[in-house]
């Protein structure tokens, strides 16, 4: 019995040091050069940062867009997906409302604007993308989002939902509310990209019937 536990005693501490060692290893040669080495990284499915940002976007607005480059510090790549809703009455089309984001990011590369039907988390996959991206202005969007988010994940449980919150300067804002202003002839600058303001200002002017829904 006492000789044992002095041979226990004798081996317990190399072996310590042995798996520790060991373990130390593994961990550098497999994990880390996932992260070090790009090619790795870009091979690796768990590093695909992409996300989707999906939405009406009935216009556009700035805290749209301060969401979509807030997406960038974190995803490489974010898909912009325009709703495509046969039972909303949208302002705009799809494809006008495709173009106008098309434009506003015409010169990023890491921004690709998509229309789509159906399920999200089809998409999503479709899109070869692990994360849907939404904006969370306040606690007024929590309860819709979480309900959303909750869905999304039992239909699909490998995309997960990400929330970002915007400026504060855009927390208030929504594309109801810049289409009610302009129908009324309110001021909207600061609050929508200019190529956006001459479209709204331009809808309204050929069609005065237009109605907001
Ligand atoms: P939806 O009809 O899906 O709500 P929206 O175009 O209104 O589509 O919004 C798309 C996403 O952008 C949603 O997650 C919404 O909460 C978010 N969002 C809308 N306006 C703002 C804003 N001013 N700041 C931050 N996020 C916003």
Do not use: G, Q, V
């Given at each position: 019995m006492r000789s044992e536990r002095a041979t226990i005693q004798k081996i317990s501490l190399p072996l310590s040091l042995f798996l520790f060692a060991f373990f130390s290893l593994t961990k550098i040669l497999l994990f880390d050069n996932y992260i070090d080495n790009p090619s790795y990284a870009a091979n690796c499915d768990f590093m695909n940062k992409k996300a989707v940002y999906p939405g009406s976007?009935?216009?556009?607005t700035n805290g749209h867009v301060d969401i979509i480059h807030r997406g960038l510090k974190v995803f490489d790549q974010i898909v912009v997906a325009v709703l495509e809703n046969p039972k909303k009455k949208p302002l705009f089309t799809t494809k006008e409302r495709v173009d106008m984001i098309k434009s506003i990011f015409r010169?990023?590369?890491h921004v690709e604007i998509h229309s789509f039907h159906g399920l999200l988390v089809d998409f999503a996959k479709n899109m070869q993308a692990r994360v849907i991206m939404r904006g969370l202005r306040a606690i007024s969007d929590f309860e819709y989002e979480f309900q959303m988010a909750l869905m999304n994940r039992k239909l699909n449980p490998e995309i997960e939902t990400f929330f970002m919150t915007p400026s504060v300067n855009y927390s208030f804002l929504s594309s109801n509310l810049v289409k009610e202003v302009s129908l009324l002839g309110g001021s909207l600058e600061g609050l929508i990209p200019e190529e956006v303001e001459e479209k709204i200002r331009e809808k309204f002017r050929n069609d005065p019937n237009v109605t907001l829904i």
């Open positions: 976007f009935d216009p556009i010169d990023m590369k």
